[in-house]
């Protein structure tokens, strides 16, 4: 597929913003450092078309106006020392480009993720500077049918899945000549921004330390370098109600209520990489589990916190006790590490990375070429859920989109849960896997079913 880039400019604040620098909490600055991508497809009515410069004002316009309330994205970071950031809120901006394809959609079949995004979504250069990298990347694509595509690439230093849904859902209304929804709450002190650790911390936070490697490896190098590949696994509402069925048929009676999709697919997903990366019973694995702590803490985070609250936990056990035990095994180790995020254990969390002298070993970073950080390929993998994150629905004012999804995602063992886009109940999983081991875990993600 051929893109022409046509145009790139940078977009400020409609408004003078607050300016100075803003510490981050812990939160911000480990798991993943790197942009996270999504990309959406619109067919837009005639009218939008006409002037050609509709669109791209329309945006333009509404993003300049929508960094005024949310001004740290228009900033940037910067090292702190010991392996930590803050950003520097100085309304520099964000990158916006205009390109133009000559494909039509029909090229794109379902939209499912392909080699062509890469063309489609805006490419960060890492190697420069931090302190000159935006945090937001904008692409708006025109293809040869009328329709567009709008790539969105925003540090996750900045914002979790969350505040980066509720970023573009009021840009969206500010482009539709709607008034602000809801205010963001930008104060990271909620969190302890900057501020010292209280007291060394009491639990012990497994889920930050380096996952398991494969028996009779010292590191996960290797495994890093071995060529991957992406699948998008969909799951009828028949076949989802099925899996939580086999799951709940085997637990325990003291449950206190059903596994959750999520548990219950996770689980599966986490069962499948094991049989299909052909593991021993006694390899240990991890699988990840970003758990979002804002409704639970002792006193819920305000409304509109733009940041990260999430934390990571890993649930982990042996791969023979994975595969060998019915699915409610897996749920369970799962439901066990969710299950521990409270207040006591996001503070003692902070506690534990402020104490650390750097937090260069928490941060993953490895999609972009490092060898530093938390692996979670081979033998482990990360499982993100969308489910409850409103991704559906950004209407700028040319109508909803036809298709929404994760742009690009090449590392092994990542993937993502995401509900389908009419509602029927149907589930779609995000999948990278190294390629040697792609065809096994479909086979076994269905057959097991």
């Given at each position: 597929m051929v893109?022409?880039l ?7 604040p409609?408004?003078p913003?607050?300016n ?9 600055q480990v798991?993943?450092t790197t ?8 067919r ?11 669109i791209?004002n329309?945006l333009?316009?509404s993003?300049?106006k ?5 001004y740290?994205i ?6 702190i020392g ?11 901006g964000?990158?916006?480009?205009e ?8 090229d ?5 993720p ?15 500077p931090?302190?000159?990298?935006p945090?937001l990347l904008v ?7 009328g329709?567009?595509s709008?790539s969105?690439l ?10 980066a849904?509720h970023f573009?859902s009021?840009?969206a209304r500010i482009?539709?000549?709607?008034p602000?929804?809801t205010s963001?709450?930008?104060?990271r002190?909620v ?8 007291a060394?911390?009491?639990i012990?936070?497994e889920?930050f ?7 009779g490896?010292?590191d996960?190098?290797?495994?890093r ?5 992406v699948?998008?696994l ?5 076949q989802?109600e099925?899996?939580?069925k086999m799951a709940?048929?085997?637990q325990?009676?003291d449950?206190e209520?059903d596994y959750t999709?999520y ?10 990489a094991?049989?299909?990366r052909?593991h021993?019973?006694?390899q ?9 702590s ?9 409304i509109?916190y733009f940041?990260?609250?999430t ?5 982990t ?8 035990k019915?699915l ?9 590490a969710?299950?521990?995020?409270n207040d006591?254990?996001v503070?003692?969390g ?6 650390q002298?750097?937090?260069t070993?928490?941060?993953?970073i490895?999609s972009v070429g490092?060898?530093?950080?938390p692996?979670y390929?081979n033998?482990n993998?990360g499982v993100v859920?969308w ?9 700028f004012g040319?109508?909803k989109?036809?298709?929404m999804?994760p ?5 092994d063992?990542?993937s ?8 029927d109940g149907s589930l779609t999983v995000?999948?990278?896997?190294q390629?040697?081991?792609m065809?096994d875990f479909?086979?076994?993600f269905?057959?097991d079913?």
């Open positions: 893109v022409s046509k145009n790139c400019c940078t977009v400020k409609a408004e913003t607050w100075g620098p803003q510490p981050l909490s812990e939160l911000d798991g993943t942009h996270v991508s999504t990309i959406y497809f619109y837009p009515t005639q009218n939008w078309l006409s002037p050609p410069d509709t791209t329309t333009k316009e993003l300049s929508a960094l005024v309330p949310f740290p228009a900033g940037r970071l910067s090292w010991k392996g930590r950031l803050q950003i520097n809120c100085n309304a520099e964000v990158q916006f480009f390109a133009e394809s000559e494909s039509k959609f029909e794109f079949g379902d939209f499912s392909c080699p062509e995004y890469e063309y489609l979504i805006p490419s960060v250069d890492y190697s420069v931090i302190h000159e990298m945090l692409q708006l694509t025109k293809f040869k049918c329709g567009i709008l969105l925003v540090s996750h230093v900045v914002v979790d899945g969350p505040s849904l573009f009021e840009w482009a539709r000549g709607e602000l929804g963001p709450f930008h104060d002190r969190f302890r921004a900057g501020d010292p650790p209280r060394s911390p009491c012990d936070h889920g330390i380096q996952p398991p490697l494969l028996l490896k010292l996960s190098l290797e495994e370098k071995k060529k991957t590949t699948a998008m969909k799951l009828t509402k028949t989802v099925k899996l939580k709940n048929e085997d325990s009676s449950l209520h999709r548990e219950t697919l996770a689980g599966h997903i986490w069962r499948c094991c049989k299909a052909k021993g019973n006694e240990p694995t991890a699988l990840g589990v970003c758990v979002d804002r409704r639970r803490m002792s006193t819920p985070l305000p509109g940041g990260n609250a934390l990571d936990v890993i649930a056990c042996r791969a023979g006790d994975l595969m060998s019915p409610s095994y897996a749920s369970s180790r799962i439901r066990e969710i299950k521990k995020v006591e254990f503070n003692s902070i506690d534990f990375l402020k104490n002298p750097d937090l070993q928490f941060q993953d490895h490092s060898t530093q950080g692996f390929g033998p993998l859920s489910l409850t994150i409103p991704i559906y629905g950004l209407d040319w109508g989109e036809i298709y999804g742009g690009t995602h090449d590392f063992g990542d993502l849960v995401l509900p389908s886009h009419d509602g995000a999948l990278c896997l390629v040697a081991h065809d479909k086979k076994h269905y057959e079913i």
